[in-house]
């Protein structure tokens, strides 16, 4: 029964990895069928090791216990969708939008509290298929093996597509994988459509690879106590070794980041590489000198990589600066409507609906269809309500302080909180920007590595079980 356990957990762990590699294929998963399909897939995967508990009578690797604000707070966003899209709520908290409508048709609206049901279903599905990947990546990385493979899996997989994405963009600029690209031809966008977005991936990936690098070092470095020529020649042989094939994979990644000419994107992703080194030189005062060495040697990568491919983020910048007017006033106007609808909101998803009725002249050219706020955070509030908006941010804010907890608090096996935390830190400054975190493929990795580092946030002599 323990084999068997064993060998459904192991093939459980490579269709998760087979899912993460799949998801940035076709254009992020930002496509209508690539949602159900990850819906489908993912959630089979869920189904299965759930009917193998149920079956063997095993309990969950972490219970959901350990967890039970975000679980709360993830519980309190589908009973808040589903009560948003049924037409039984009370008149008053539906929509006017419904009575106008029935006015205009002459007929009787049932009405609901989302102004379109339908998109809020389909918001619902995504959230439902991103916390389906957290719950998988949280019971299957107690294991600290696993939970180091996902984030070296995550790594090679951004190496793939960054591989892809530089390849293309100085051989094939006009193409997106076999179809003709059309917005971004000079910059590196690798499968997906939006600069912005493929920037954000990468820096996932970047975070995965250099979490790698210092991990390794820390594993294999001498001791802080050790004489300079030793800790010198200790790196050399690190870095000839696994050490170097982390560093090349960071240096990949960061050549096809730097050349997505992102701002939002170079921004957060800069600032996640400090906050890693940050950490991992905090860490190393009292553990091993050669974190501090290896992250050394990946911020001369960076710099390297800012000299040889930084002429497009550069020229960008020059022309247009780090602010976009439009967007200011679209955070204007999104803020707007959510103090039209602060406790319930309009329904999950529903931007694109609800953004047309607070457009003013502020925003700019009245041809431009505007279908996202370029802020996640707004976009969330408008859509959830505030209550239940602040709700669900505590509960990541919760998830990633015992990821960060643990960069310190682990003897050994940090890699996975350490992504986990510094992935945290990039989606979390970008969905300032932009809207990266509602691309599939951005948010169904980023909830990977969360996954395994909540779950290497408890020391192995713990039962997470209970």
Not at 190 to 198: C, K, L, P
Request: charged share 15%; with cysteine; glycine share 10%.
């Amino acid at each position: 029964m323990i084999a068997g356990n064993a060998r459904i957990d192991r093939l459980l762990f490579w269709a998760l990895i087979v899912g993460l590699t799949w998801a940035p294929f076709w254009q992020g998963s930002n496509r209508e069928w690539t949602w159900g399909v990850n819906a489908i897939y993912f959630g089979l995967l869920i189904l299965i090791y759930e009917a193998r508990c149920l079956v063997t009578h095993r309990s969950h690797a972490v219970s959901s216990r350990r967890i039970w604000f975000p679980a709360v707070a993830a519980s309190g966003v589908f009973l808040l969708c589903l009560i948003q899209i049924i037409p039984w709520t009370p008149a008053q908290w539906r929509h006017p939008i419904w009575g106008r409508a029935s006015g205009i048709l002459g007929r009787d609206l049932a009405g609901a509290i989302s102004v379109s049901p339908d998109e809020t279903i389909l918001a619902l599905l995504r959230f439902l298929t991103v916390c389906a990947v957290f719950w998988l990546s949280l019971q299957l990385s107690r294991s600290s093996a696993r939970a180091g493979a996902i984030v070296r899996a995550i790594a090679i997989i951004g190496c793939v597509y960054a591989i892809y994405g530089v390849g293309s963009f100085f051989l094939f600029p006009d193409a997106l994988l076999w179809d003709k690209k059309v917005f971004y031809s000079e910059s590196v966008t690798s499968t997906f459509v939006n600069r912005n977005s493929y920037a954000t991936y990468a820096a996932l990936g970047l975070a995965a690879a250099a979490s790698a690098v210092a991990d390794h070092y820390a594993m294999h470095g001498d001791p802080i106590r050790a004489n300079w020529l030793r800790r010198l020649l200790s790196l050399v042989s690190l870095t000839i070794g696994k050490g170097g094939l982390w560093i090349g994979c960071a240096f990949v990644i960061g050549s096809a980041f730097v050349l997505t000419g992102s701002r939002g994107g170079t921004l957060s992703g800069l600032v996640g590489c400090a906050a890693l080194i940050a950490f991992a030189s905090v860490r190393s005062r009292t553990e091993v000198a050669g974190v501090a060495l290896g992250v050394s040697a990946g911020s001369v990568v960076m710099g390297g990589v800012l000299l040889w491919f930084g002429e497009t983020l550069a020229s960008r910048i020059g022309n247009s600066g780090l602010s976009s007017d439009d967007r200011l006033a679209v955070y204007a106007a999104t803020w707007r409507s959510i103090l039209d609808a602060p406790l319930l909101g309009f329904g999950d998803g529903t931007f694109a609906d609800v953004f047309p009725m607070y457009r003013d002249a502020l925003v700019g050219d009245p041809g431009v269809f505007w279908d996202k706020a370029h802020n996640s955070y707004l976009e969330l509030a408008q859509g959830l309500g505030l209550p239940m908006s602040f709700v669900l941010l505590a509960g990541i804010v919760v998830l990633t302080a015992s990821c960060v907890r643990a960069i310190f608090s682990r003897r050994d096996d940090f890699i996975a909180p350490l992504a986990a935390s510094v992935a945290t830190i990039i989606v979390a400054l970008h969905s300032m920007f932009d809207f990266s975190m509602q691309i599939q493929a951005v948010a169904v990795t980023w909830a990977a590595l969360l996954g395994a580092g909540v779950a290497q946030s408890w020391s192995s002599r713990i039962d997470t079980s209970t």
